[in-house]
């Protein structure tokens, strides 16, 4: 593994047990046992290091976090809701400490630099993007006005919610309430799509 590659898997666990501002060059270097020049010949600040922990991010969503909570399952709208349960075995692993990486330092960081904002948008362009292929993919199983990038949009809205709730209230039974008004909302827009125009 390169040293990069530590430094980054290293700044992922930190940023997400400890946040951003709390974690320190000597957490990073602690936890890879690097010397301070090999990380600051890979990453010149810690703000690099940030950067290069979002682009692992934005990069491996399929590898990280889709492809394992998609594993065997085919149907469209089952695989969004496979993703929301992925994220709820998640939380119930960790007690209810688990919130999700992205949207934890999105909150953490009020005002980050232009580079970090893209960032974080395009990690959650990307999370969106997927669960509004998912919708594409539903076909005539959703009304033919339904706007779907909205829907995909409110998805997300719903599962950063109700991580950050189950989080704040040490239970998950806010993230399964937020989950169950989803799902309810969807046999509403497949009811509808069954009624003859």
């Not at 995909?152 to 919610?161: I, R, Y």
């Amino acid at each position: 593994m390169s040293a990069r590659e530590k430094i980054v898997l290293a700044a992922m666990e930190l940023f997400w047990l400890k946040g951003y501002n709390s974690t320190s060059i000597a957490d990073l270097l602690s936890r890879t046992q690097l010397n301070s020049g090999s990380l600051y010949h890979v990453f010149p600040s810690k703000q690099d290091v940030l950067i290069g922990v979002l682009e692992a991010y934005r990069d491996g969503i399929h590898q990280q976090l889709l492809a394992p909570a998609w594993a065997g399952v085919d149907d469209p709208i089952a695989k969004i809701f496979a993703l929301l349960s992925h994220y709820r075995m998640l939380i119930v692993e960790t007690d209810c400490a688990y919130g999700c990486p992205v949207g934890s330092l999105a909150l953490e960081l009020h005002e980050p630099d232009p580079k970090v904002r893209e960032l974080l948008a395009a990690n959650f362009e990307n999370w969106t993007a997927a669960i509004e292929q998912c919708l594409s993919d539903a076909g005539k199983r959703l009304p033919p006005e339904t706007d779907r990038r909205a829907l995909a949009q409110f998805v997300l809205t719903a599962m950063e919610g109700g991580v950050m709730q189950a989080r704040t209230h040490r239970d998950v039974s806010y993230f399964d309430r937020a989950v169950t008004q989803l799902r309810a909302h969807f046999d509403l827009l497949e009811n509808a799509a069954k009624v003859p125009a």
